[in-house]
Structure formats: structure tokens, C-alpha cells
């Protein structure tokens, strides 16, 4: 199998899971709107956005480290052990500073909630690295699916006919993770790879070495994604951020797709060492691109009908605020392409320069703009601080020079980052203007398209 192909093999059976349970994330947001308010639907997703930020501190991002070091075929034993002692601590010192942590506001009236929460993504992200490196994709793919089924089936319990409201929401997502947790942990047998005796420091202490740059590089990533919402709470309140969260929800459409190709991206970049400068790396981020860009014309040429049907009255005009956020996916998820590149070279504090300029751009446009043009400040800062992001990456992995199809490639981006602007200032999009924008991008990808055909039917001849 060459490696296009078990790329594409990878990214399929990875996408049948993780798509379901995060396509079904994505259906329930008409739901949720309906169920909601903006003011409780903006506290639920702030207590998901805590224990998501919690995660990689908490644990020091270790699951990173059981990912890489087990596609370098260490010993699995060693390697899962060895993180378990640190979850295992982890837990131990969450619990004991409880009477420090109920007193967070934010956090306080569902705190024990939100303790059970963490605790179980905790274990849930170690074991989710562990069985995609141990090649089990497909039994990574079942218990998506099975997760996202509780997921819609809880929701509607402690919703519409229980109407337990943000404790409604919080429990779904707690039995959904749960299950996933049980699943994996049973499903792949993980029990019989861990065992106090095989705990390993100086693995362990090599496995740290290459996960604690990540820490700071994932709270980093979080405030580009997250802060702003923060923000947002600040100066308008939370019923602003769920307005806003509600908007951030249709582009993360393209993340769903983004996340299930860098898992499987990162499993052949490892296992086969792929650097940037491999011709490989390139044509991939070609195929890539080409994607998201037909992908975000998509949504931008339904978002407005598509929000009128869907969501109820009090989030209409959500839609004005998601053509930045479109093209801050796109951004986040171009640097995630490059993210590979230092994951294989063990460079993981290389990657702190770029997401630290990132985020401080964000968090500074986001202070600055959101008290002067409400929500749609935080798309615009979201977006900057990506593009910033990503454009260091660019530079500091020298991919400029190997960018293929460079002039439709940033044709393209110019023309998608246009419409946005015309989306977000216009109330009723001209489905005429719509339409040239669309045509353009499209005859500009075809382009691509048939060089990729005509380069690949060139080497099946070269190779005959």
C-alpha cells in the first residue's frame, strides 16, 4: 500500500468514529438553541472550555508523549504504565485541592460535575492516544460512533422530557465520555498493559522532555480558541457567548475534518518519519488545501438559509459572525498540517514561538475590538491570530519555497477572506455576488485538481 493510499485508509476508518460523535456534537446545536438559553448554553460551554484548557496542564500533556513514543516502538507496557503514574497523581492532588477549587465562581454551582468531567477526559485522552497508536482504528472508530448515539439519546433526556437544563448538559456529556472511556479501556484491553512494576523514569523523564513544551504550546492554542469567549463574558455576559459559541459551532465543521486527517496524518508521518522537505508532505498539504477551500465556499454559500432554518429566534444572526471564524479553521488548521513536522523532529519547543505570537495578537485585538464592535471582534481577532500563527510556521519550516501552486493557492485564500468581509457586513448576501465568488474559487481548484490527476496518471505510467 503506498503511502497516498494508507493515508486515505487511515483518515477513513478514523473519520467513521470520530465523525460521528462530532457530527452528531454539530446536529445537536439546533437543539441546544432550542432547550438553551444563549445565557445557559454560554455557561455549559465555558465549564467544557475549563476542563478542555485543564486537560494538558493537569496532566502534563503525557498522552503526547505515550502517542510518540509508542510509534517508536518503546516498550507499550512501559510507556502506558508510566503515564498512568502520572494520571494517577494528577487525580489524587484534583481531589485534594477540592475545598480551593469550589470557591472559582465560575466553576462553583456545578463544581462536582465538572470534577468528574475532568477526571474521566483525563483517562479518556490518555486512552484514546494509546489505542490510535496501538493501530486499533477500527475499535477507535465503534466507540465514536457508540459514544455519539449516548450522547444524542442523554441529551434528549435531560433536556426536553427531565428540562435539567446546563445539569442536563453536563451529565450527557459526562455519560457519553464515560462510555467512550469503558469502551476503549476494555475494548483494547489497555488493563494488561499497565502494572506499577513497569513504570520506567527514565522513560518516563525522555516521555516529559517531549511533552511538557506541549503544555504551554496547548494552553497557547486554547486562548486563540477559547479566550475569546472569556473576553466576550467580560464586557457583554454570558448570554453574548452563547451567541457566540453557537456561531463557532458551524465552522467547526472544518475542524471536524481537520482533526480526523492530523490523526491520521500524525500515525503516517510518524510511522513513516515524513519530513517537510519530502516531496510526500507537500502534495498531501495540496490535497489538503484544495479541500478546505471547496469545503469553506460551501458553508459560506448556505450559512445564512442554514441558520434561519435551524437555529430558534433569539440566534438568527449568529451567521454575520462565522465567515471569519471560517477562515480562522482554515488557519488553525493549516498550522496543524506543519505541527507534524516538529512532532517528527522532536522539536516541540520550537512550536511555543509561533502559537505564543499567535495568541497574544488574538488576546490583544480581542480586548481591543470587542468592547467596540461586539461579537464580531472576537471572530476577527480569533482569525488574525491564526494567520499569524500559521504564516510563522510557514517561515520557520521554510514550506513557502515548497508550497505548490502558489498563485492559485493565495488566489484562493484572498478570494474566500473577500467574501467573508462581504458576508459580514452585508445583512442579505446577493446570491449574484455569491455566486462569482463561488465560480472563481471553484475554476481555480479545478486547476489544481487536474495537475494532481495528470501528475499521479504520469507516475502510474513512469512506474508500469
Known amino acids: 500500500m503506498n503511502r497516498y493510499k494508507k493515508l486515505g485508509w487511515n483518515t477513513l476508518i478514523i473519520g467513521l468514529g470520530s465523525m460521528g460523535s462530532k457530527f ?40 503526547d508523549g505515550v502517542f510518540r513514543y509508542t510509534m ?11 503515564a498512568c503514574a502520572i494520571l494517577l497523581i494528577a487525580g489524587l492532588i484534583l481531589i485534594l485541592l477540592t475545598p480551593l477549587l469550589k470557591t472559582i465562581p465560575m466553576i462553583q ?15 479518556n485522552t490518555l486512552f484514546q492516544q494509546q489505542v490510535r497508536a496501538n493501530g486499533k482504528l477500527i475499535l477507535y472508530s465503534v466507540s465514536g460512533l ?20 446546563v445539569d442536563g448538559y453536563l451529565y450527557a456529556n459526562l455519560l457519553a465520555f464515560g462510555f467512550n472511556t469503558l469502551c476503549l479501556f476494555f475494548g483494547a484491553r489497555l488493563y494488561r498493559l499497565f502494572s506499577f512494576r513497569a513504570i520506567n523514569k527514565p522513560l518516563l523523564k525522555k516521555m516529559l522532555i517531549y511533552s511538557l513544551p506541549l503544555i504551554p504550546n ?18 457583554l455576559g454570558v448570554a453574548a457567548n452563547g451567541l457566540y459559541t453557537v456561531a463557532a459551532k458551524i ?147 521554510n514550506f513557502f519555497g515548497q508550497l505548490e501552486h502558489k498563485i492559485v493557492f493565495w488566489f484562493s485564500l484572498g478570494l474566500l477572506l473577500a467574501q467573508s468581509i462581504y458576508l459580514s457586513l452585508i445583512s442579505t448576501p446577493n446570491l449574484w455576488i455569491q455566486a462569482i465568488f463561488a465560480v472563481a474559487l471553484l475554476i481555480g481548484q479545478s486547476i489544481v485538481i487536474k495537475q494532481i490527476v495528470v501528475r499521479k496518471r504520469k507516475v502510474q505510467v513512469s512506474n508500469n
Request: glycine share 4%; net charge positive.
Open 24 to 63: 452528531m456534537i454539530f446536529l445537536l446545536v439546533p437543539f441546544y438553541t432550542f432547550y438553551l438559553s444563549p445565557a445557559e448554553y454560554g455557561q455549559a460551554d465555558l465549564i467544557m472550555m475549563t476542563v478542555s484548557i485543564l486537560i494538558p496542564i493537569v496532566t502534563l500533556s503525557i498522552a
Open 146 to 165: 457508540l459514544m455519539s448515539a449516548i450522547l444524542f439519546v442523554a441529551n434528549l433526556v435531560f433536556l426536553k422530557y427531565l428540562h435539567l437544563g
Open 72 to 82: 517508536e516502538r518503546a516498550s507499550k507496557k512501559q510507556v502506558f504504565s508510566s
Open 251 to 397: 465552522p467547526s465543521l472544518l475542524s471536524m475534518i481537520n482533526t480526523v486527517f492530523f490523526q491520521a496524518w500524525s500515525i503516517s508521518a510518524l510511522g513513516d518519519k515524513i519530513k517537510n522537505n519530502d516531496s510526500f508532505f507537500a502534495g498531501v498539504f495540496t490535497i489538503f488545501s484544495s479541500l478546505f477551500f471547496v469545503a469553506t465556499e460551501v458553508i459560506l454559500l448556505i450559512v445564512q438559509p442554514f441558520a434561519s432554518i435551524l437555529f430558534s429566534s433569539a440566534y438568527q444572526n449568529v451567521w454575520q459572525y462565522v465567515p471569519f471564524l471560517l477562515i480562522a479553521v482554515i488557519m488553525s488548521s493549516f498550522s496543524s498540517f506543519l505541527e507534524v513536522s516538529y512532532m517528527v523532529e522532536k522539536k516541540t519547543k520550537q512550536l511555543l514561538f509561533t502559537s505564543l505570537k499567535g495568541s497574544i495578537i488574538n488576546v490583544c485585538l480581542a480586548l481591543l475590538l470587542i468592547p467596540f464592535i461586539g461579537i464580531i471582534g472576537a471572530s476577527i481577532a480569533t482569525l488574525v491570530g491564526f494567520l499569524i500563527t500559521w504564516l510563522l510556521r510557514m517561515k520557520q519550516t
Open 218 to 235: 496547548a494552553i497557547l492554542w486554547w486562548v486563540m480558541q477559547v479566550s475569546d469567549r472569556y473576553i466576550l463574558t467580560f464586557f
Open 109 to 123: 454551582d456545578y463544581y462536582w460535575l465538572f470534577l468528574l468531567l475532568l477526571l474521566v477526559q483525563l483517562w
